[in-house]
């Protein structure tokens, strides 16, 4: 995590399990204390999460229109991965 005046961001990388997802909770209930009003950025790093079939669910407006992005951004890059390695894929 990384603090400054305006946002916190969240760094996460590889597998988030076991004691690294209670770790991950915990240090996040520390830090969302009441009133802090900064931004908070979640960066899912090298991350596998999408691109194995996870399942993001949202509950309002903004977070579904995100994911949405997310999902295309993935499949757009799939598509260029398949073109440039001449469909290829082993």
Known sequence: ????????????????VGQWAAEFTSAWRKAHVAGDIRTCIVELIE?????HGAEFIASDV??????Q????D????RVKEKHSDGGNRS
């Open 69 to 72: 992005n997310l999902r295309g």
């Open 47 to 51: 991350s596998e999460i999408m691109s």
């Open 62 to 67: 903004y977070t579904k229109h995100l994911l």
């Open 1 to 16: 995590m990384t603090d400054s005046p305006d946002e916190q961001r969240w760094s996460l990388q590889g597998q988030l």
């Open 74 to 77: 993935l499949e757009r890059s």
